[in-house]
């Protein structure tokens, strides 16, 4: 028999079991289930779509591993052989083995594409922080000097600034860039100015927080998922349009191993040697058809989320 203590006449009291917390309710998985839920699952296109580029970017940053033959390497007895064992892509008019100019010629092509959307992105950032932060004449000329750029084509803008400058890759590559600026811009200043009638950024202002803290603390992390799409996506854009400027002789040039510059050495010959055209164009497709899919599946999977 148990004995219980007296109570004095007072009726005892039995105090209920603390209800778990919602910091401990359902144990250390509940963290872990909460952390899934912000981060889904991928898709099968975003996981297709980042295999291709994480084999594209190992081709490009370790081309002899794929293909350890020398690019530039010229062999005029094995010139215009068409696809086999030996040469899977065939060769070129000089006896150029056209898989390893392909394999090599990745990490050019993607570094222009890479460059040039870090300089429209850097750009827009720059413009659309000015116009979305600023006081109202800031914002109206800003605006209107956006709409201005924005008026010409992309690529005739790259034209004109290679005409004034020159060709090259460096030139290509900042034409490229100033480009696709305008319209970036127009993105972000559109994210910042939602950002900045967000009630925890006017809260923040009331508690006396700096503008700088503002910024970096609570307006940068929520254009970044932005930043990010425009990112995957522009790489894509940036790509084809360094290989057109490379088509037309105005961006990297023979016997560069670079897509653009393969298909202008090729075009002589489409008509009887497709394969030398054929190659370097399927891979600038499968890297902009890869890099324009992962920046639209993250940006339904951001809007659904």
Request: without cysteine; positive net charge; charged residues 10%.
């Amino acid at each position: 028999m148990t004995l219980l203590p007296p109570t004095d006449g007072l009726t005892a009291t039995t105090t209920p079991a603390a209800s778990p917390t919602p910091a401990t309710r359902g144990g250390p998985g509940t963290a872990a289930r909460g952390r899934r839920r912000w981060m889904p699952r991928p898709t099968v296109t975003m996981a297709a779509s980042a295999t291709v580029l994480a084999v594209l970017a190992i081709a490009a940053l370790f081309p002899g591993l794929v293909a350890p033959g020398d690019p530039l390497a010229i062999d005029p007895s094995a010139s215009f052989q068409a696809p086999s064992l030996a040469h899977p892509f065939g060769t070129d008019e000089s006896g150029r083995d056209i898989l390893t100019r392909v394999v090599h010629g990745a990490g050019p092509s993607l570094l222009i594409g890479v460059s040039a959307t870090a300089i429209g992105v850097g750009l827009a950032l720059v413009f659309g922080l000015l116009a979305g932060l600023g006081p109202r004449w800031l914002d109206f000329g800003t605006t209107r000097l956006l709409e201005v750029l924005f008026a010409f084509p992309g690529l005739l803008f790259a034209l004109l600034f290679i005409v004034v400058y020159g060709p090259g890759i460096v030139t290509s590559t900042i034409a490229v860039g100033l480009s696709t600026a305008p319209g970036y811009a127009r993105i972000i200043r559109s994210q910042v100015l939602v950002a900045r009638r967000s009630p925890y950024l006017e809260a923040a202002t009331v508690l006396g927080r700096g503008r700088a803290w503002r910024i970096t603390r609570h307006l940068l992390p929520n254009v970044a998922a932005t930043l990010f799409v425009l990112v995957t996506l522009g790489i894509g854009q940036s790509i084809v349009w360094a290989s057109s400027l490379s088509y037309l002789g105005l961006g990297a040039a023979p016997p560069t191993a670079e897509w653009g510059a393969m298909l202008s050495a090729g075009r002589t010959y489409i008509t009887s040697f497709w394969w030398m055209t054929f190659f370097p164009g399927l891979f600038i497709v499968i890297s902009a058809v890869a890099t324009t899919l992962l920046g639209r599946s993250i940006q339904a999977r951001s809007r659904r989320s």
